[in-house]
């Protein structure tokens, strides 16, 4: 049994074992937390059912498949796959070509077993089924059932938060979650907190706690969640909440599936998640308990997709799931995945394997003329995963302070938040960055306690390249492209800001850090010659990035925009290598994002535009160019009168 995240194979084997047990089975689960001595008897000795993860599938399962697992994997009889939806986008492609690289190793084995994919929130289980195993898949379907739940959903009306200095100070909505934190705790009651990011998250956990205590409350009772934790913490802290010791999580999605705490009386949304499937499976949390009602409280941010569901709850409540995305055909991530494939094949590829495999991955690994090397404890799998199946861009940083390790952060949000001289908060604390080690082995962030009171704001620079063009479409005189781009990402410096006053205490410029990606798939539109307005093509950008998060479900950080005045160039790009499906689904649906995005700026009562309807505050993507809403409307209806002309 496969499953995406680790808290949630802990919570089934208990449940597995419940039931299994009395019939003289037992499940073990097998992934990173499980100790060594566990692990060597578990393969000496397996269960009937193994619970186990990705990135074992792939280094254990599969690189020591001839040491450890033949017998285990040639008796194999059911592979589940649990969550299936959490598959999409970068880490549902790699998911798709380590089960093809299974598969073939079952097909030499002689094992046949039958694949079950679940999920509770997916809209086209079977393509997704088929996109993912390149089987077709027979649906089982059970009406949808849902326990009584209170919904409350409040518009805080915030004010921008580019608006005016003062507003800089803090965040409205931290405010609101930590009232809602105490007023949890009065009540004893139990939830979990979803948030919009670690950073957040942190940032609420800290003054939380602080204020608890100054009300008299245990401060105990509060502990924070995700992936970047110590293994033991994560641990404890888990158990914590199922034993009803810990009254309030602050998490990121790791809580977010299936793992079951009967006890919740409710979750707390502060801003709305990526996409509507993340929202039913965080409020999926509370209610398991199905004797008493739940509540969800959601706090809308300022932010299109907040505003828009904070004012039709309905839609939200009858709106269907997503349709979810991959691409198998991604020649970066085959590439990454050939020198794997050839290693477990012993460079022996038969032409039957094309039918597993499908044409992409097949004729790469055909093409490849390299030979495996083989020493001894040489396994090509490992660096796949550290390279990070699940799309944490680049490698893992260790966190240091006191020359003890305290956590990991991708590579992605060491640059963006852990860079030189920032203030970062992590786990409940805040630290200040005071070098970044650089090693072969290890790459390290040092800490260092800060002073409080005080944060910092990076500046970075962003330049964009086309590297390839896939197809263009002469639109009107417009011109529209999908293609591939590389970016440049450079940290320039920061400001020291004081966290009560708002005022900037220090300017600091550092010598820029650049983080380079390559082969990004991207749309872009250029405007006509006659209507080169820069600020109209800011919101020409916004307004394909608005209106995208509602046509194309996506993670809000697998995606960026940038507005390029030097060739008038609106462009929307995938964030990982080689391509995860999104830039063609929009070079395909561009017109309808495009006029979902006109109608909320139209929509939005605003006269210049503002964080409801056309300016970027949640996603990482702040705009180069400044943003003029009426001319961005003007531009964006012509260009999608012009499509109507050319489809007519
Ligand atoms: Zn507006």
Redesign the pocket.
């Known amino acids: 049994m496969v499953y995406p995240m680790n808290a949630l194979s802990v919570d089934q084997q208990e449940q597995i074992n419940g039931l299994c047990n009395p019939l003289g089975m037992r499940a073990e689960t097998y992934n990173g937390q499980t100790s060594n001595k566990l692990k060597a008897e578990l393969r000496k000795d397996p269960p009937e059912i193994l619970l186990t993860n990705p990135e074992y599938l792939n280094d254990s399962f599969l690189a020591w498949l001839d040491r450890h697992w033949t017998s285990f994997l040639s008796d194999l009889c059911f592979l589940v796959i649990d969550e299936m939806h959490l598959y999409h986008g970068y880490f549902g492609t790699n998911m798709a070509l380590l089960l093809r690289r299974l598969f073939v190793q079952l097909d030499r084995l002689g094992a046949s077993p039958k694949v079950f994919l679940s999920s509770a929130t997916c809209a086209n289980p079977q393509e997704h089924a088929l996109n993912l195993t390149g089987r077709t898949a027979k649906l089982l379907q059970i009406s949808k059932m849902r326990p009584r739940r209170h919904y409350i959903f409040v518009n805080p009306n915030n004010t921008d938060s580019h608006s005016s200095p003062k507003n800089r100070r803090r965040n409205p909505l931290e405010k609101r979650i930590v009232n809602a934190t105490m007023a949890i705790l009065q009540q004893k009651l139990q939830v979990l907190v979803f948030g919009p990011s670690k950073r957040f998250l942190d940032q609420v956990y800290i003054e939380s706690r602080r204020k608890a205590k100054q009300l008299g409350l245990d401060p105990e009772l509060l502990a924070i969640f995700y992936a970047d934790l110590p293994k033991k913490q994560k641990r404890e802290n888990q158990k914590k909440i199922k034993a009803g010791k810990v009254r309030v999580t602050f998490t990121t999605s790791s809580l977010e599936v299936g793992l079951d705490i009967g006890g919740l009386d409710g979750v707390v949304l502060a801003g709305f998640p990526s996409n509507i499937m993340s929202a039913w499976q965080q409020i999926g949390r509370a209610g398991r308990g199905w004797d008493r009602d739940a509540f969800v409280l959601f706090f809308a941010m300022n932010d299109p997709i907040d505003q828009f569901f904070v004012n039709n709850i309905n839609e939200f409540l009858d709106r269907d799931y997503d349709h979810l995305v991959i691409d198998p055909t991604n020649e970066q991530l085959i590439a990454n995945h050939v020198p794997s494939l050839k290693y477990e094949l012993g460079d022996r590829l038969q032409t039957a394997d094309r039918h597993i495999l499908g044409d992409s991955f097949y004729e790469a690994a055909r093409n490849d003329r390299r030979r495996s090397p083989r020493y001894r404890n040489y396994r090509p799998q490992k660096k796949l995963t550290n390279r990070g199946l699940r799309g944490n861009a680049g490698e893992n940083y260790v966190l240091e302070f006191e020359g003890k390790e305290i956590g990991q952060i991708p590579a992605m949000r060491r640059f963006r938040e852990a860079y030189q001289g920032a203030i970062f908060p992590f786990a409940g604390n805040k630290y200040s960055v005071e070098s970044l080690l650089l090693e072969k082995e290890k790459n390290t962030v040092q800490l260092a306690e800060a002073r409080p009171g005080r944060r910092t704001d990076a500046t970075f620079r962003n330049y964009l390249n086309v590297r390839d063009v896939f197809e263009e479409l002469e639109i009107g005189d417009f011109t529209v492209v999908r293609g591939k781009v590389s970016q440049a990402m450079g940290y320039v410096g920061y400001r020291l800001i004081d966290e009560q006053s708002g005022e900037v205490l220090d300017r600091v410029d550092v010598e820029p850090d650049y983080y380079n990606l390559d082969q990004l798939h991207a749309f872009w539109v250029t405007l006509p010659d006659d209507s080169k307005s820069v600020r109209g093509l800011g919101a020409l950008e916004q307004m394909f990035r608005v209106g995208a998060m509602f046509v194309i479900p996506t993670n809000r950080f697998d995606t960026s925009t940038w507005a390029e005045p030097k060739d008038f160039t609106a462009y929307y790009y995938e964030n990982y290598s080689g391509g995860i499906g999104i830039a063609r689904k929009l070079y395909n649906e561009w017109s309808s994002v495009l006029s979902k995005g006109i109608e909320i700026?139209q929509n939005?009562?605003?006269a210049s535009?503002?964080q409801?309807?056309?300016e970027p505050a949640k996603s990482w993507s702040s705009s180069n160019v400044n943003i003029d809403k009426a001319a961005g409307i003007q531009l964006a209806s012509r260009l999608v009168k012009a499509e109507q002309m050319v489809a007519n």
């Open positions: 700026a939005c009562p605003c535009g503002c409801n309807c056309i």
